[in-house]
C-alpha cells in the first residue's frame, strides 16, 4: 500500500497526558499537512511541512502542540497536557512537489479522546 | 475571513441527479477541491478546478466561476453508495493548505 498511512488509528488517554501521532506520506510527496476534524464540520488546518520546515502553523493551534518532521519524510504531532477540547480526529496528508502543493491525499486519521 | 459556505445536508433519491453548491471569498483564489468522506473514513478526493468551467469525470462534475466566487459538485445517476459529506476546500494565495467548508451531508434514499 502506497498511500498515507498513520498511527496509531485510535487512542484514548486521560486529560492531563501528553499523545504523540505518527504520519507516513506517500513516498514521493515533499509537502504534509495536519488538519484536526470535529463531528459534524471540516477538517481545520493545523500545521504543515515541506521536506523538514514547518512552514505555516496555525494561530489557533495552542502552544501545547508540536509538529516535527525531522528528516523531510515521517512527522510527528505531539499533544502535551491533552484537554477533553483535543477529542477530534486528527488526519494527515501529504501531496507532490508543485507551485501551490497540488492535491492532498489523507491517511485514515488519528481518532483521539481524552476523558 | 475566508469563508467557505456550502448546505449542511441535502436528499436525493437513487438514479436521480444532485448538484451541491459552494461559495467563497475570491481575494487571493488559487484553486478549488472537493472531496468525499464517509462516515468515520478520511476524506478522499474527487476533483479540482482552477479555471472556470466545467470539468467532467465519470459520473461527477464540477463546475467553477471565478469571478462569481462560486463552484458546485454535480453527481449523476445517484447509487446508494453515494451517501457520504461532500467537502468543498479552497487554496488561497499560493499556499498549500487547505480551508474546508463544514462539508454537505448527502443522504441518498432508493
Known amino acids: 500500500d502506497t498511500g498515507v498511512s498513520q498511527n496509531p488509528r485510535h487512542k484514548i488517554t486521560k486529560r492531563g497526558q501528553n499523545v504523540t501521532f505518527r504520519c507516513d506520506p506517500i513516498?514521493?510527496?515533499?509537502?504534509l499537512y495536519w488538519y484536526r476534524q470535529t463531528l459534524g464540520q471540516g477538517p481545520e488546518f493545523l500545521t504543515y511541512f515541506q521536506n523538514e520546515a514547518q512552514l505555516e502553523k496555525s494561530r489557533l493551534l495552542s502552544d501545547r502542540f508540536s509538529a516535527e518532521r525531522p528528516k523531510g519524510s515521517f512527522s510527528t504531532l505531539e499533544i502535551q497536557r491533552t484537554e477533553q477540547g483535543d477529542s477530534a480526529m486528527y488526519l494527515c496528508?501529504?501531496?507532490?512537489?508543485?507551485?501551490?502543493?497540488?492535491?492532498?491525499?489523507f491517511g485514515p486519521g488519528t481518532r483521539l479522546l481524552v476523558l | 475571513g475566508q469563508n467557505i459556505d456550502q448546505p449542511t445536508e441535502m436528499t436525493a433519491t437513487e438514479g436521480a441527479i444532485v448538484q451541491i453548491n459552494c461559495t467563497y471569498q475570491?481575494?487571493?483564489?488559487?484553486?478549488l477541491f472537493w472531496y468525499q468522506q464517509h462516515a468515520g473514513e478520511a476524506p478522499t478526493f474527487l476533483s479540482y478546478?482552477?479555471?472556470?468551467g466545467l470539468e467532467e469525470k465519470g459520473r461527477f462534475s464540477s463546475f467553477l466561476s471565478r469571478s462569481k466566487g462560486y463552484s458546485y459538485l454535480l453527481l449523476k445517476e445517484l447509487q446508494m453508495k453515494d451517501s457520504a459529506s461532500y467537502l468543498c476546500a479552497v487554496t488561497y494565495n499560493q499556499g498549500g493548505k487547505l480551508i474546508f467548508g463544514q462539508g454537505t451531508e448527502l443522504s441518498v434514499k432508493p
Open positions: 513516498s514521493e510527496h515533499n509537502r
Open positions: 475570491t481575494s487571493g483564489f488559487n484553486g
Open positions: 496528508a501529504s501531496s507532490p512537489p508543485g507551485t501551490s502543493g497540488g492535491t492532498q491525499y
Open positions: 478546478n482552477v479555471l472556470d
